[in-house]
C-alpha cells in the first residue's frame, strides 16, 4: 500500500518561505506525476503545481515566478518551494503522487501566512 507523507507546513509571514516535501513509499512501481494542490477553507482543492517524472512542470497561475516544484526520483519525493507568500496562499496543500493505474492523497499540512 503506498503512503504519501508530506511535511514543511507552518505559519510565516507575509514575503516569507516555506518548503514543504513529501515522500512517496510502500510501492516498488514508479511515480509519473507528482504534485500539489491546496484547499482552503469553503473553497475546493486546486492545483498549484505538478511535474512528471521527466521534470516536466506546470503550475497554477497565482502562483508563477514564486512557487518552484522539484523531484528527487530516487527518494520518491516532491518538494514545494514557496517565496513571496502571500496571506491567500493560506490552505491545506495536499500532496498528489501517480502510478499508472492508480492515484494517491497524503493527509495535507497546513500553510498559514499572517502578520
Known amino acids: 500500500q503506498v503512503q504519501v507523507v508530506e511535511s514543511g507546513g507552518g505559519l510565516v509571514q507575509p514575503g516569507g518561505s516555506l518548503r514543504l516535501s513529501c515522500v512517496a513509499s510502500?510501492?516498488?512501481?514508479?511515480?509519473?506525476?507528482m504534485g500539489w494542490y491546496r484547499q482552503a477553507p469553503g473553497k475546493q482543492r486546486d492545483l498549484v503545481a505538478i511535474?512528471?517524472?521527466?521534470?516536466?512542470?506546470n503550475y497554477a497561475d497565482s502562483v508563477k515566478g514564486r512557487f518552484t516544484i522539484s523531484r528527487d526520483n530516487a527518494k520518491n519525493t516532491v518538494y514545494l518551494q514557496m517565496n513571496s507568500l502571500k496571506p491567500e496562499d493560506t490552505a491545506v496543500y495536499y500532496c498528489?503522487?501517480?502510478?499508472?493505474?492508480?492515484?494517491?492523497w497524503g493527509q495535507g499540512t497546513q500553510v498559514t501566512v499572517s502578520s
Open positions: 511535474i512528471s517524472r521527466i521534470g516536466v512542470t
Open positions: 510502500g510501492s516498488t512501481s514508479s511515480f509519473t506525476t
Open positions: 498528489n503522487v501517480n502510478q499508472r493505474y492508480s492515484t494517491y
